[in-house]
């Protein structure tokens, strides 16, 4: 009897040259015997691990958290994020990996500025109807620059990508944004 074991490391290059380990499962044939599920195992790591050392990484000066804290800090404006010390209270697992990882790894990275970056995320939220995160977020983009209008076009683009009842829901949390933006006094940095 063969027992199936599906492992085999891939190596692909995205668009930004960095690299990418994927361990994709590979139908192959071995014995029952341990040693070989254990010799498997062994290869992908050994194919994978120089490869993964060649990596882009980000410095070492700084900590994923520490890049994350300045993001946060350079979008609220220091004023911080309510939302993220809510869940800091019952879910810190959750509020560190957003800190560390969506912040400190992906917002940090210096391939958009964070008006487009605000902008995408915008519009990616408008699709998906996530309505608070695209409150959070336009009032960022409103306080890096984006102007009311840009912000309307992208709830017109939503009706192309996601329909007019998303659309139409954006429109109404934008609506709410725009509005606690009027209502609130200006603060200046």
């Known amino acids: 009897m063969s027992n199936v074991e599906n492992k085999v490391a891939l190596v692909t290059r995205a668009n930004n040259g960095s690299e990418f380990i994927n361990c994709q499962r590979v139908q192959a044939v071995y014995w029952r015997k341990p040693i070989n599920k254990a010799i498997a195992f062994l290869s992908c790591i050994a194919i994978a691990s120089p490869l993964a050392a060649t990596a882009q990484t980000p410095p ?15 979008l609220s404006g220091g004023a911080g994020q309510p939302v993220l010390e ?7 697992f959750l509020a560190d990996a957003i800190v560390d990882y969506s912040l400190g790894e992906v917002w940090s990275r210096s391939e958009l500025d964070d008006r487009t970056r605000q902008l995408a995320t915008v519009a990616a939220f408008a699709a998906q109807g996530n309505l608070p995160q695209l409150k959070i977020h336009a009032g960022y983009a409103l306080r890096l620059g984006v102007t009311q209008n840009e912000l309307k076009e992208i709830v017109y683009l939503t009706t192309v990508t996601a329909g007019f009842p998303r659309a139409i829901d954006a429109a109404q949390a934008l609506r709410e944004v725009f509005a606690a933006q009027s209502s609130s006094p200006r603060t200046t940095k």
């Open 86 to 92: 809510g869940l800091r209270q019952d879910f810190p």
């Open 60 to 74: 070492e000066s700084q900590s994923r958290r520490e890049r994350g804290n300045q993001v946060i800090n350079k």
